[in-house]
């Protein structure tokens, strides 16, 4: 048993007009970036202790309030 597809054939305006149409959205690379601009640099801050400081009680406000 044999598998016969079928072509559609495509008026040859409509092709290409979709054409046109794929080119002037795709037929351009984006701006390129500069290696640069993808980096974000900022001033090292000091450690603050009252952040890491270890409170016994936490785990209770944490897990039961």
Known sequence: ???HTELHETPRE???AAAARRHERFGHL???IRPQDTVESRPATRPDPARDTYNA???????CG
């Open 1 to 3: 048993m044999a598998h």
């Open 30 to 32: 984006p701006e390129r």
């Open 57 to 63: 009680d936490e785990w209770l406000i944490r897990y």
């Open 14 to 16: 409509t092709a290409d």
